[in-house]
């Protein structure tokens, strides 16, 4: 299972008469959670299951943008 949370800000200016510019302010986080199940069986021992839960969160933040030139 993952669930992706973005939140985002944006910005536009003239600069100079006929040039903009575009920037754009992001955060996000991915919350990521799943199991594993592992076994095996043997003839000459018991059968053996492990089940493992793994669970975290991946931040990531940036600036992205653009400068358009018009004429």
Do not use: W
Request: proline share 3%; with cysteine.
């Amino acid at each position: 299972m993952r669930l992706r949370l973005k939140h985002g800000s944006t910005a536009e200016r003239t600069i100079l008469g006929d040039i903009h510019g575009l920037a754009i302010l992001f955060t996000e986080a991915d919350i990521y959670a799943g199991v594993s199940i592992t076994g095996s069986v043997s003839q000459s021992s018991a059968a053996q299951f492990c089940v493992n839960p793994h669970f975290g969160v991946a931040p990531n933040a940036g600036l992205t943008g653009s400068v358009l030139f018009g004429g």
